[in-house]
């Protein structure tokens, strides 16, 4: 059974920096994509940042510039460092998992997903 489990999220005051982290167990996504989405009190879920297992990176012009995503294959681990964090940023973070290897931003397309952190972002 392959689950994901996310950590690392919390509360945190505008201009701040939180670090998330993501564990597969079940199977290895070595070769396939990791990512990150967020969903916000009535909003749709949206794309975050993906990373390819061969480095390429992608990310959400909303978080572009503030934040990186980064991967330990190794670990079966994928991370989202945010930096200068706004109050938009305040959402339930999503890390997820592909079965194909291309990168896709639209959520219904990704196969495996956690159970959410919930980042806060004070003003």
């Known amino acids: 059974q392959v689950q994901l489990v996310e950590s690392g999220g919390g509360l945190v005051q505008a201009g701040g920096s939180l670090r998330l982290s993501c564990a597969a167990s079940g199977r290895t996504f070595s070769g396939y994509p990791m990512g990150w989405f967020r969903q916000a009190p009535g909003k749709e879920r949206e794309f975050v940042a993906a990373?390819?297992?061969?480095?390429?990176?992608y990310y959400a012009d909303s978080v572009k510039g503030r934040s990186t995503i980064s991967r330990d294959s190794a670990k079966n681990t994928v991370y989202l460092q945010m930096n200068s964090l706004k109050p938009e940023d305040t959402a339930v973070y999503y890390c997820a998992a592909r079965s194909f290897r291309l990168v896709t931003t639209t959520s219904n397309e990704w196969d495996y997903w956690g159970q959410g952190t919930q980042v806060t972002v004070s003003s």
């Open positions: 990373s390819r297992d061969d480095g390429m990176t």
